[in-house]
């Protein structure tokens, strides 16, 4: 399989040596892949898509939540062009997935996803294979390992919110600039995505109620903790009693017996309510490049088994 991957940061190097890392893995299945193009942003991109021995593109271009770019650009060139592409950018799928899919479809091509929600977690490609046939009610989940990290800490140490955060900075788990992540705009992205591809729903950010979990106490905390919850930013689409679709992201107090409630430090986990399978939730999936670069790697392994 020959690729491109556009964007080459932290992703993209983690997935370089990945596919070095797997090689005799992957040539197990017959599968030889071949980075035969790394576009940057000043790389002019059409030698690679008037390639036809290019089969995929792999974009890896930074989440843009305002507008998609400069990733769906990309997407549409490459999908257009009649090549696999295999995104972890939140953005281009936020702005452009009903479009993408498609394109992907009118041309007979695959539109892979996986990184999207979670990273290592399976679970967008989890509702879509093993969920296929029933259909999902609802969507809850802690989708984002910084801020489950932040609000662990302040339980196990009873600190601030402030000085979690700062601990979080000086581990590597939260960025520079940890924004996005606590509040809530990162948890917000992955649940629109989930809940356009897996509810088939026609929502945008704007739909979506933020809240993220700066606001929380010590004293909050405690209080939580003395009625037997926990502290969880949740991120939840159901439908209400008029029928109406809500999207929420938010800090809940998670009782003891959820099964959100044990998720801790950096883990994620989401929860499909559907009408006949019944619940299921899946927890887990390691955080950082190399395994967001795995996840990456799991849906070109799809794709070759046609899976996807
Ligand atoms: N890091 C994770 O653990 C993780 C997990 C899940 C999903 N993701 C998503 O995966 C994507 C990549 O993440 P990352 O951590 O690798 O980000 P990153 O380190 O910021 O890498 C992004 C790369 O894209 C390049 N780029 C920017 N504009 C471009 C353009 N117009 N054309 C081509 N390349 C361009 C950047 O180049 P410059 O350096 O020149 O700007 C950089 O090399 C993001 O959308 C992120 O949200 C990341």
């Given at each position: 399989?020959?690729?491109?991957?556009?964007?080459?940061?932290?992703?993209?190097?983690?997935?370089?040596?990945?596919?070095?890392?797997q090689?005799n893995l992957?040539?197990?299945?017959?599968?030889y892949?071949?980075?035969?193009?790394?576009?940057?942003?000043?790389?002019?991109?059409?030698v690679?898509?008037a390639?036809?021995?290019?089969?995929?593109?792999?974009?890896?271009?930074?989440?843009?939540?305002?507008?998609?770019?400069?990733?769906?650009?990309?997407?549409?060139?490459?999908?257009?062009?009649?090549?696999?592409?295999v995104?972890?950018?939140?953005?281009?799928?936020?702005?452009?997935?009903r479009?993408?899919?498609?394109?992907?479809?009118?041309?007979?091509?695959?539109?892979?996803?996986?990184?999207?929600t979670?990273?290592?977690?399976?679970?967008?490609?989890?509702?879509?294979?093993?969920?296929?046939?029933?259909?999902?009610?609802s969507i809850?989940g802690?989708?984002?390992?910084t801020?489950?990290?932040?609000?662990?800490?302040?339980?196990?140490?009873?600190?601030?919110?402030?000085d979690?955060?700062?601990?979080?900075?000086?581990d590597?788990?939260?960025?520079?600039?940890?924004?996005?992540?606590?509040?809530?705009?990162?948890t917000?992205?992955?649940?629109?995505?989930?809940?356009?591809?897996?509810?088939?729903?026609?929502?945008?950010?704007?739909?979506?109620?933020?809240?993220?979990?700066?606001?929380?106490?010590?004293?909050?905390?405690?209080?939580?903790?003395?009625?037997?919850?926990?502290?969880?930013l949740?991120?939840?689409?159901?439908?209400?009693?008029?029928?109406?679709?809500?999207?929420?992201?938010?800090?809940?107090?998670i009782?003891?017996?959820?099964?959100?409630?044990?998720?801790?430090?950096?883990?994620?986990?989401?929860?499909?309510?559907?009408?006949?399978?019944?619940?299921?939730?899946?927890?887990?999936?390691?955080?950082g490049?190399t395994p967001?670069?795995?996840?990456?790697?799991?849906?070109?392994?799809?794709?070759?088994?046609?899976?996807i």
């Amino acid at each position: 399989m020959n690729i491109a991957i556009i964007g080459c940061g932290g992703v993209g190097k983690a997935l370089l040596e990945l596919l070095e890392r797997q090689q005799n893995l992957l040539a197990k299945e017959n599968l030889y892949i071949n980075v035969k193009y790394i576009i940057g942003r000043h790389d002019d991109a059409r030698v690679a898509l008037a390639d036809p021995e290019l089969d995929a593109a792999v974009i890896l271009t930074p989440t843009n939540k305002d507008n998609g770019q400069p990733g769906l650009d990309y997407a549409r060139a490459f999908l257009s062009a009649g090549k696999h592409v295999v995104t972890a950018d939140k953005g281009l799928i936020i702005h452009g997935y009903r479009e993408l899919q498609d394109l992907a479809e009118t041309k007979g091509v695959k539109l892979a996803m996986g990184c999207t929600t979670g990273g290592a977690l399976p679970s967008i490609n989890a509702g879509i294979f093993d969920m296929a046939g029933s259909s999902i009610l609802s969507i809850e989940g802690i989708l984002n390992g910084t801020t489950n990290f932040i609000l662990d800490e302040m339980e196990a140490s009873g600190c601030e919110y402030a000085d979690a955060l700062a601990k979080a900075q000086q581990d590597g788990i939260a960025e520079a600039d940890p924004t996005l992540d606590v509040e809530g705009w990162d948890t917000a992205g992955k649940l629109l995505i989930l809940t356009k591809v897996l509810m088939d729903e026609r929502v945008t950010l704007d739909d979506v109620q933020v809240e993220g979990i700066c606001r929380l106490t010590a004293a909050d905390i405690q209080r939580a903790t003395e009625n037997g919850c926990r502290y969880k930013l949740v991120g939840r689409a159901a439908f209400d009693a008029s029928g109406k679709l809500k999207l929420t992201v938010k800090p809940e107090q998670i009782p003891e017996g959820n099964l959100l409630y044990p998720v801790g430090g950096k883990n994620k986990a989401v929860r499909y309510v559907s009408d006949t399978l019944g619940e299921l939730v899946i927890m887990g999936g390691a955080s950082g490049t190399t395994p967001a670069a795995a996840s990456v790697l799991r849906d070109l392994v799809s794709i070759h088994r046609k899976r996807i």
